[in-house]
C-alpha cells in the first residue's frame, strides 16, 4: 500500500524533521538519513540527546506515531493513476487484495478516505499475520483470499526487499516506481512487468 497505492513514504522519510518543526526546531541536514538506520526507538533516543528536547524516548515515539496517524487520516493521498487503474480492474471483475506493513485501522481510513477501499476484497498486514515482509506469509494469506493459482496472481511492489520476497515465493512481481526506494534499478530488473506511472499500466490486463 505505502509507496504503492498511497504517495506516502515521503511522508515516513520526512517524519523526524516534520516532529522538530512542530516544536520550533530547525532540524540538521541529513536527519533522515542519519534515522533511517536506525530503530524507531534509537531515532527517539537520537532526537532526544541531540536537539534536547525534554520529552522520554517513549513520548517521542508516541508523538511520531500520533503525527503519522495524523497524515493517515488527512493528507496522503494516491499515487498518480491508482484510481483509473483500480476502477478498471474492478470494472473486470480484477479480485484485489491489500497486503500492508501499516496497523490495519490506519490503511483502511487512509483507503477509505481516498475513495478506494471499495475495490478490495480484503486486507493483511504483517502485525495480523505476525510476520514483516521479510517472509511470504502476507502474500499467502492474500492469495487465499483471493482463491486463485499463484500464477494468475500479480503482487505490485515498490520495494526492493519485499519484491524479493514475493518473488521468491513464486510470485509474479509488478515493480511500481517509488522516488523513495534506492534501489529502483535493481527492482525493474528483477520485475515481472514495471511501472513508472498507473496511468500506463491498462496492457497489463489485456
Given amino acids: 500500500m505505502d509507496g504503492t497505492l498511497l504517495d506516502s513514504m515521503g511522508y515516513w522519510m520526512h517524519l523526524g524533521e516534520q516532529y522538530l518543526e512542530e516544536r520550533g526546531i530547525q532540524a540538521e541536514e541529513g536527519l533522515n538519513d542519519i534515522l533511517l538506520r536506525m530503530t524507531v526507538r534509537q531515532g527517539a533516543v537520537y532526537i532526544k540527546e541531540t536537539y534536547h528536547i525534554q520529552e522520554t524516548p517513549e513520548e517521542i515515539m508516541e508523538g511520531v506515531g500520533q503525527q503519522m496517524t495524523g497524515n493517515y487520516r488527512t493528507r496522503i493521498q494516491p499515487k498518480t493513476g491508482v484510481v483509473p487503474f483500480l476502477e478498471m480492474l474492478y470494472r473486470n471483475n480484477i479480485q484485489m487484495c491489500v497486503a500492508t506493513a501499516t496497523d490495519e485501522y490506519l490503511a483502511k481510513e487512509a483507503l477509505e478516505r481516498t475513495g ?91
Fill in 116 to 206: 478506494i477501499w471499495k475495490y478490495f476484497k480484503g486486507i493483511y498486514t504483517c502485525s495480523g499475520v505476525g510476520h514483516d515482509k521479510s517472509t511470504p506469509h502476507i502474500y499467502e494469506a492474500a492469495l487465499a483470499c483471493l482463491d486463485l493459482p499463484k500464477e494468475e496472481v500479480l503482487v505490485f511492489e515498490d520495494a526492493i526487499h519485499a519484491a524479493k520476497t514475493a518473488k521468491d515465493a513464486g510470485f509474479k512481481v509488478v515493480g511500481v516506481y517509488d522516488a523513495w526506494e534506492p534501489e529502483t534499478d535493481k527492482l525493474q530488473e528483477m520485475a515481472y512487468r514495471y511501472t513508472k506511472d498507473f496511468s500506463e499500466m491498462e496492457a497489463l490486463i489485456q
